[in-house]
């Protein structure tokens, strides 16, 4: 299937690893001109169709100055809002500084980053804006209060935005991953494992037995997904939050 993105530009952040990572060799590979963003840019390898570029999403003039170089390139088609998760913890007892903090680097800045970028997309008519959530926005992962908390309003925004620029060729959606084996998930379940006394063996093997298929995810495999939304065959596809979690999510 031809996905119609060849030529276009866009914009992975969190790209040095996971599933940001997966996303810009998926797209780079249909064709696609890729800034893959990231704290760790010099983690990330330059290719015909990839171009590293620093940003640190927790500060807001490193963010402005992505914004910058990006208009100066004439903007992006497409945008991978895709930003690392804040430390482990209960709701109860943050500090409202730890809420601030997660804010800013988890939803500030991408809400002003795809802003600056609707602009060029509007007037061409055409622009996607995919975002990675998590399933934690469905049903809510316990001692992951601060993701559960600002991934839904991320959530919300993202449901608002879809309405607004539709008519415009935008597309808004947003990606829910599960158990994907990624770096973060390995952390967590790491971190699990420590809290519990278990071996990690013992946490990955319980995960997997609450997965239907019964396996982790392969950040491929998720990557897919993203790259299709971005294609000009997803054209109808807006305003939706869908999962990738090989069926863990039981709810409706």
């Known amino acids: 299937m031809d996905l119609q993105i060849s030529g276009k530009k866009a914009l992975v ?86 809420w601030v903090a997660a804010f800013q680097s988890m939803a500030t800045s991408i809400f002003s980053i795809t802003d600056a970028m609707l602009a060029g997309m509007i007037a061409r008519k055409w622009g996607r804006v995919i975002t990675i959530g998590s399933s934690g926005v469905v049903q809510p992962i316990a001692n992951l209060a601060l993701s559960n908390g600002v991934r839904a309003a991320v959530a919300g925004w993202s449901k608002t935005l879809a309405s607004e620029v539709a008519r415009h060729g935008i597309t808004v959606n947003m990606i829910l991953p599960g158990r994907i084996a990624t770096d973060r998930v390995r952390e967590l379940d790491g971190i699990k494992a420590e809290k519990t006394g278990a071996s990690l063996e013992a946490v990955q093997e319980a995960s997997r037995n609450e997965i239907p298929v019964g396996r982790y995810g392969k950040p491929e495999e998720f990557a897919a997904v993203a790259v299709f939304l971005a294609s000009s065959q997803a054209s109808y596809v807006t305003g939706s939050s869908i999962r990738v979690d090989g069926g863990m999510i039981r709810g409706l």
């Open 13 to 98: 952040l969190g790209a040095s690893r996971g599933l940001g990572a997966a996303i810009a060799a998926g797209l780079a590979a249909e064709g696609v001109k890729v800034f893959a963003a990231a704290r760790s840019a010099d983690k990330i390898q330059a290719t015909d169709n990839i171009v590293p570029v620093a940003v640190d999403l927790s500060d807001a003039a490193s963010v402005a100055a992505l914004i910058e170089k990006l208009n100066a390139e004439g903007g992006v088609d497409i945008v991978v809002n895709n930003s690392g998760g804040p430390k482990a913890g209960p709701a109860l007892g943050q500090s409202s500084e730890s």
